[in-house]
């Protein structure tokens, strides 16, 4: 089945990279015990093109971190474009602005003020300093591929949150230091939040509205009322690492709810969450907030103090939310035994996820520095593959008239993925290393199928949209002229002077029935002697 694993949560505009090589596309199984390689990088070396090219380019310094000679390899220089995104925001700009609105829609000069904000966003990003993209994929065993990405932008101009707020050099995956060996999914990476949020506070502010600025103060005083923290305390406590993990037990099976004679389990599953703090303002609250239930159990243990407390569940699996202190960590795990398992793997006394066959297969070739990675394991798949099996046997028994293999051609996952995936921001760009059963070259292939039908559309859609606006901006026009005969008529019958206004119901009876903007806009009969009005820009009677 297709388990696509979490991309690293804070990598937010890193995802132009990252999309183009997501887990998802691969049809070929490979058993744990297969998933080996030996593969070797060999050193790139870059025939001189017959032609020099008149625009300077990072094919070279791209080019330099992929693989040639594999079943996929592209480069796309993206700086002569980014130099235009201003332009291309300016004609969105103009699209949306000429869009029909009606009561309730933002009005123009809201809508300038929001493009303004996406201009800023784009400028604070740093997205403009991307000069290239290159992407290569080589085959290191059948159905397994090794994957290289690379954004590149140019030594000293990676300014801007995309490049420096999650990670600045790459360094040990300390995520990698904590998982137990019954780990099936894990997303880990660094993000300086403080920095984070401030820029977005800043292109929120920059939006010029009080209520932009009222919101977010409001936003920090309901947070510090419901939770009896400093917001600039809680945002100062991260140290810039976090992450979480997925766990299965295969020692432990939960016996899941079922119609046919065979037993149906599942690997009991377990949650962590680790977080690098710098102080105890977490802990400390959290232990201040649960120290009155007398359900709560203390651990105190040499290096380390925490919380726990037994939940108890319908069925027979544990659920003992815990939270530990431990060195420079904020661990919360779903039970008080993974806690101190992470703790163990963490200190070298119990052996964790690197010491597994799987892991070391697929983290060949891979450097173990960087600044977040993201591993998904073959056994989640397989066992979520078990349980959508199960529960399409139960719904076949419970409607006999949808045939179970409907349901799986329906609701089927495919084969049972698997990757590593690390993430490093060296001096010149952010670098993606991987290996997996998925092939990167497909999501080229499918936006390449879009991209005609889309640039069709950005051609007929401006065309579409000032035709239409032109039609009802005439509509409204007739509509005027109507409810000025109506009031000339009302005028001549009841012997008003230039400086009278009548009333709706009074121009009632000389209309068949009152007429509407198309646009949502309002009219405003006024005198006698004065043309009738809406108040949608540029409907006017002359």
Known sequence: MKTRPLIHSTLLAGTILISLIAVGCGNKSTDEAEVTSSYA???VTQAKPEIEPAEKTSFDEVTAELNPGGNFYMYLST?????KIDGFVDGAEQLVLNLPRSNGTPDATTIEKGFDVLRRFVEKSGVKSATGLGISSVAIEDGVYHSKAFLHHRKGEGDGFLWTTFGKKPGKLEGLSMLPSKTVLADFGEVNLKELLSQFEEVALSFGSPK????????????????GVVWDDFINTFEGSMGLALTLDPEKQVPLPSMGEEPVTFPEPGLLIVLKVRDNLLYDHASKIMGGNPNVQQIQKAGMTGISMPLPLPIPMQLMPTLVRYGDYLILGSSQELVMESISVHKGETEGLTSTEEFKALSKEI???????VYSSKRLGVELAKLQESAMNMASAMNPQMPNIQFQKLFGLGDPQFAFMVMSHQENGWKMSANGNFQPAFSILAGGAIAPAGLLAAIAIPNF????????KNTCIANLKQLDGAKQQWALENKKGPLNSPTQAELNPYLKVWPSCPLGGIYTVGPVKDNPTCSHEGHELR
């Open 79 to 83: 700086e002569q474009a980014l130099a």
């Open 212 to 227: 932009a600025k009222e919101g977010i103060a409001e936003m920090k005083e309901a947070f510090e009322v419901n939770s």
């Open 465 to 472: 949209v000032k035709a239409r606006a032109t039609a009802q």
């Open 367 to 373: 450097s173990l520095e960087g600044n977040a990675f």
């Open 41 to 43: 990088e060999e050193p």
